[in-house]
């Protein structure tokens, strides 16, 4: 009997990947979407969300395997500290280079709305979304969650459904944000365009691993962002 690989995924970020502070991660619901659309491909998942986690302070650990796609989501401890958004968006490329370099596909969600936080930082997270829609490299693509997800323009009472804090998910919306990432892994992996105005980085996928010529330098990333993504693979894997 042929057993097939499983296509790893890495979900990695802050307390929005974490499921704070329910500990319900949206990779429960991207596990399920995966495994009714591909229900002869195995999957793993790797959940890696550290609650207060900023982009500009990763912490250690060393990657020891690359994974086949890395989900990331980053900026919004960040910009609540009033970080500058040019240097945000600077360590969000190191993160995604450094998947990228090591042949993984790497879909990067922008940051959604948030309904407890300084209202000057809607500029600020437009900039760095629109940063984050705009930034092109191969096997990179984006899926806009500030758009398919709204705050604000979302009826009173599905937000009160969704949001708990104003700033984290519910279950349901820790589910509804699962299946939407889901529908869009599953888009890039058949080859399909995804929705809610995102944008990808190139022609439709494979599954499987691709090796990049270019490397990122070893100056250019951090030897603490080297350390920062592997503490996953000591942590929770969801088998689907």
């Known amino acids: 009997m042929l057993f097939m690989n499983p296509v790893s995924v890495l979900c990695f970020g802050n307390s929005l990947t974490q499921g704070f502070p329910i500990n319900h991660p949206y990779a429960i619901a991207l596990g399920g979407t995966l495994r009714n659309n591909f229900p002869h491909i195995p999957f793993a998942i790797d959940v890696q969300g550290l609650p207060g986690d900023q982009v500009v302070s990763p ?49 990067a969600l922008t940051v959604p709305e948030c309904g407890a936080c300084d209202p000057i930082l809607d500029t600020q997270r437009d900039y ?42 519910t279950e349901e ?22 929705k809610f105005g995102a944008h990808t980085g190139q022609a439709p996928l494979r599954t499987e691993l691709k090796t990049q010529t270019e490397q990122v330098d070893s100056n250019t990333l951090d030897e ?14 969801l088998a689907v």
Not at 67 to 79: A, F, S
Not at 95 to 107: D, I, K, P, Y
């Open 59 to 107: 912490p250690d650990d060393e990657v020891d395997t690359p994974y086949n796609w890395m989900i990331i989501l980053g900026g919004t401890n960040d910009l609540n500290q009033y970080r500058n958004v040019d240097t945000i968006y600077e360590y969000l490329i190191k993160e995604w280079n450094f998947a990228l370099s090591r042949g993984t596909q790497v879909l």
């Open 173 to 194: 919306g820790y589910d509804r944000m699962g299946t939407l990432v889901g529908a869009a892994l599953h888009d890039l992996m058949t080859g399909k365009n995804l």
């Open 128 to 169: 760095l979304n629109n940063l984050i829609r705009s930034h092109k490299a191969e096997n990179f693509h984006v899926f806009d969650l500030h758009k398919a997800m709204p705050y604000w323009s979302m009826p009173e009472e599905e937000r009160g459904r969704i949001w708990i804090d104003g700033v984290h998910f």
């Open 224 to 237: 603490s962002l080297r350390k920062r993504t592997s503490r996953v693979m000591r942590s929770r894997m």
